[in-house]
């Protein structure tokens, strides 16, 4: 059985003001280094046999503290755990976005709305869980930390709970949260979303 713990980054000063996405330059704050020092406090004794991030810099350096903690440095960066790519609303103030009714549309309809120049959920679900399952045929009971971001992790979660990506709402994702999911021949379980440890 292989054993997922899918990770979003921890936080960074942007977060909640802007759609920050594919922009480059986007690291953890004060705050953000403190919960990934947790986060790997968390996953020490874990069994932990593969560090993989996106990207982008929030990403690998959250992955950074928990790779050091297992012992497992230098983490595997992989495009497939990158973010969303948001096409032309990368780096926009959501204060901004949210008067936009294509901002409005994609919200509500995530199964079937296109970012502008960018991706689907669609995309990122197939990206996301096409890796996944190749990492499963290679593991035996193993652990690996993904570390990623919250739409991803919610296009993977949504995926295997057999949800649509129009339900994403129901799924909170927090800052430096661990989501657990095990993949086997007989399918996959969703153990844990959203476990909060800093």
Same mark, same amino acid.
């Given at each position: 059985m292989a054993n997922f713990y899918l990770i979003r980054h921890a936080v960074h000063d942007a977060l909640g003001e802007r *759609?920050?996405? %594919?922009s480059p330059g986007v690291s953890l704050d004060r705050e953000g280094r403190a919960q990934a020092q947790e986060l790997a406090e968390r996953l020490k004794g874990e069994h932990v046999t593969r560090v993989q991030a996106s990207p982008r810099e929030r990403a690998s350096e959250t992955a950074e503290f928990v790779a050091r903690a297992c012992g497992l440095t230098p983490i595997e960066t992989t495009s497939a755990l990158d973010e969303v790519d948001f096409g032309t609303w990368s780096g926009m103030e959501l204060a901004a976005l949210s008067r936009d009714p294509a901002w409005r549309d994609w919200n509500e309809h995530r199964a079937s709305a296109r970012t502008p120049g960018g @991706?689907? /959920? *669609? =995309? !990122?679900?197939? %990206? !996301?869980? %096409?890796? /996944?399952? %190749? /990492?499963?045929?290679e593991m035996r009971d193993e652990i690996a930390v993904l570390v990623t971001h919250a739409e991803v992790i919610r296009a993977a979660l949504l995926h295997w709970l057999e949800l649509s990506l129009d339900d994403w709402p129901r799924i909170e994702i927090a800052p430096a949260s661990?989501?657990?999911?095990? *993949? =086997? @021949?007989?399918g996959a379980r969703v153990i844990a979303i959203n476990e909060v440890v800093a």
């Amino acid at each position: 059985m292989a054993n997922f713990y899918l990770i979003r980054h921890a936080v960074h000063d942007a977060l909640g003001e802007r *759609l920050t996405g %594919r922009s480059p330059g986007v690291s953890l704050d004060r705050e953000g280094r403190a919960q990934a020092q947790e986060l790997a406090e968390r996953l020490k004794g874990e069994h932990v046999t593969r560090v993989q991030a996106s990207p982008r810099e929030r990403a690998s350096e959250t992955a950074e503290f928990v790779a050091r903690a297992c012992g497992l440095t230098p983490i595997e960066t992989t495009s497939a755990l990158d973010e969303v790519d948001f096409g032309t609303w990368s780096g926009m103030e959501l204060a901004a976005l949210s008067r936009d009714p294509a901002w409005r549309d994609w919200n509500e309809h995530r199964a079937s709305a296109r970012t502008p120049g960018g @991706e689907t /959920m *669609l =995309d !990122v679900q197939e %990206r !996301v869980v %096409r890796h /996944m399952a %190749r /990492m499963a045929c290679e593991m035996r009971d193993e652990i690996a930390v993904l570390v990623t971001h919250a739409e991803v992790i919610r296009a993977a979660l949504l995926h295997w709970l057999e949800l649509s990506l129009d339900d994403w709402p129901r799924i909170e994702i927090a800052p430096a949260s661990i989501s657990k999911v095990a *993949l =086997d @021949e007989q399918g996959a379980r969703v153990i844990a979303i959203n476990e909060v440890v800093a």
